[in-house]
């Protein structure tokens, strides 16, 4: 049993960290009071391959593993969480196009996905659905010439930003077979958007309802086959999953480094913090968990990337256990900051914002915990 990294994916790490650190790091703290991230950035992480991280090469994607592009999100989110997150949504859309679409689609659409020309965002949740998503009600009437497409998404990052969304709309019957999946492009007619929506954290991207007033989609704008969107929708949420646990990790690992070099300058009662024992616990602590969690989550996507059966409980569990540890890890190095650590300056305020929401989107940490349940009563 081999833990180490390749030369290659620690050439990818690298590639990523050192972009992250140059060109987001420095701005993050802007994008967030300005409330959105500039389109310009799109292109220049495309560049590297990071458009299409999972899309195959012969689609002219990057074409690499699950494990390789938690690698990508964890290095990335080491500048920003909410940048790194938003590319994650991009890239679940451009592989669920490159997986489930026709060729002519594909064709049409992919190449200025891959350079990020195109920022893609997908809408399932609703209003009234949420880790219920099959219960969703925007409906798709399909006419001669097209679908004709009325409802409401709800919580979609990148809503009045993006360039097309890969919208979950009901084709059929009030079931998961009812489903379908179609791409609506930004200007279509009977398309608009709910107000900015005033958040927690992951400030820095757009976020709004989506809505749909006998919005027209030609019939080629149909992904895959009708009645097949709830299985396209759930197929990349293993993906997703990991990759947002790798956002939560690579976040905590920079708090964790930033609050080991501030209490070592930080002074109190004679000495430097970080030589009071009940501190170094905390840290030792922290760290211990970090460790599991990096192993754990690198596990789970080398699962998914086998195929393994048990591939989705595994991505089920990363998920919950590793957001869990950011999450704590990121409170934590609050804490030992004292009160600098609520003063935006520092960073770590920002951090522990960021990351809750990483314990609700991608499925709840309870659906995690109910995914894992009925494997284990399965077996």
């Known amino acids: ?15 990523a960290h050192a972009f992250g650190q140059e060109h987001i790091a420095p701005h993050a703290r802007q994008w967030e009071a300005d409330g959105t991230i500039p389109k310009t950035l799109w292109p220049q ?22 494990l390789d592009a938690t690698l990508v999100f964890e290095a990335l989110s080491m500048a920003c969480p909410s940048v790194a997150a938003f590319l994650s949504i991009h890239n679940m859309c451009a592989k669920m196009i490159d997986t489930f679409a026709s060729d002519d689609f594909k064709a049409r659409v992919l190449p200025k996905a891959l350079t990020m020309e195109t920022v893609l965002s997908y809408c399932l949740t609703e209003p009234g659905s949420g880790s219920d998503a099959a219960a969703l009600k925007t409906r798709a009437e399909k006419t001669n010439t097209d679908y004709r497409l009325t409802g409401t998404k709800a919580f979609i990052s990148g809503g009045g930003y993006s360039d097309a969304y890969v919208v979950m709309v009901r084709t059929g019957d009030d079931t998961a077979r009812g489903i379908s999946t179609v791409y609506v492009e930004d200007g279509t007619p009977g398309l608009s958007f709910g107000g900015l929506e005033d958040k927690m954290g992951w400030k820095s991207q757009p976020t709004r309802q989506v809505q749909f007033d006998d919005c027209a989609v030609p019939h080629a704008n149909l992904i895959g086959e009708e009645g097949k969107g709830f299985k396209y929708a759930m197929a990349g949420l293993d993906g997703g999953r990991l990759n947002i646990a790798a956002c939560s990790l690579g976040a905590a690992q920079t708090a964790l480094t930033n609050t080991l070099q501030y209490m070592s300058e930080r002074r109190a009662f004679g000495q430097s913090i970080d030589q009071f024992q009940a501190l170094q616990f905390r840290l030792a602590d922290m760290e211990i968990e970090l460790q599991a969690a990096r192993t754990f989550l690198r596990q789970a996507a080398w699962k998914l990337d086998q195929g393994a059966p048990d ?10 256990f590793v957001t869990e540890a950011g999450s704590k890890t990121v409170d934590q190095c609050l804490q030992l900051h004292g009160g600098y650590g609520y003063l935006a300056d520092y960073g770590i305020e920002k951090l522990v914002r960021d990351l809750r929401v990483h314990q609700i989107l991608e499925g709840t940490n309870e659906i995690m915990r109910m995914i894992v349940a ?6």
């Open 311 to 320: 591939a989705t409980k595994f991505c089920a569990m990363a998920k919950k």
């Open 1 to 15: 049993m081999d833990f180490a990294l390749t030369e290659e994916q620690t050439a990818i790490f690298d590639m």
């Open 374 to 379: 009925r494997q284990m009563l399965a077996n």
């Open 45 to 66: 992480l495309a560049d590297l391959g990071f458009g299409g991280l999972y899309v195959s090469e012969d689609s002219g994607g990057s074409g690499l593993s699950r």
